[in-house]
């Protein structure tokens, strides 16, 4: 990440908008906003592969959910922040992740400028991909800061996404069974 680039951008967005990047109170701005970056886009060029790698051996394949996973990102239309809780459920195929480990797939994928149904599909595909799960299904549900400050203004509109990989695609009760057990 180029850090002085950012800094050098945000000191001409200030000076666009009007102000003075000189005044005491925006001397640093650039600098903490170069640091911002540099942390919630952390995510950029990585997957959840080295947080899925690490699974343990189970005999069974009852469905495991974990609900209500907060996460914060950045739309990358405006560039302001959305926010929300992701609720996911998996099929084991003989391994099962961490609890931590899910939470810290949602995390690596909301790291980057974002939109909420690539956010679903990357980590329903994660699920698939690198735990090797017989079907996942992830539920996001978002308040987005670019439809409650600017244009439409409607604070409080809650936006939810879902998606469906393998058996969840396919069997209607499974589905329904997850949507019960993530309180949907």
Excluded: W
Excluded at 46 to 66: G, P, R
Excluded at 69 to 81: A, K
Excluded at 101 to 126: G, M
């Amino acid at each position: 990440m180029n850090t002085e680039k950012i800094q050098e951008a945000v000191k001409l967005i200030i000076e666009a908008v009007g102000e003075n990047p000189n005044r005491e109170g925006l001397q640093e701005t650039p600098a903490r906003i170069a640091r911002m970056y540099e942390e919630i886009f952390s995510g950029l060029g990585k997957t959840a592969e080295e947080h899925l790698s690490k699974s343990f051996e189970i005999l069974d394949d009852n469905m495991v959910v974990e609900k209500d996973i907060s996460f914060h990102t950045m739309c990358e239309h405006h560039f302001l922040p959305f926010y929300g809780r992701a609720h996911i459920a998996y099929i084991p195929n003989g391994r099962v992740a961490g609890l931590s480990k899910l939470a810290r797939t949602v995390e690596v994928y909301a790291k980057k400028p974002q939109i909420q149904e690539r956010l679903n599909i990357e980590i329903a595909d994660a699920l698939i991909n690198y735990l090797g799960a017989k079907g996942a299904m992830v539920v996001i549900e978002a308040e987005h800061m670019c439809m409650n400050m600017r244009g439409v203004r409607k604070p409080g509109t809650s936006t939810v996404t879902s998606v469906s990989r393998g058996l969840f695609e396919t069997d209607k009760d499974l589905r329904d069974q997850a949507y019960r057990l993530m309180g949907k």
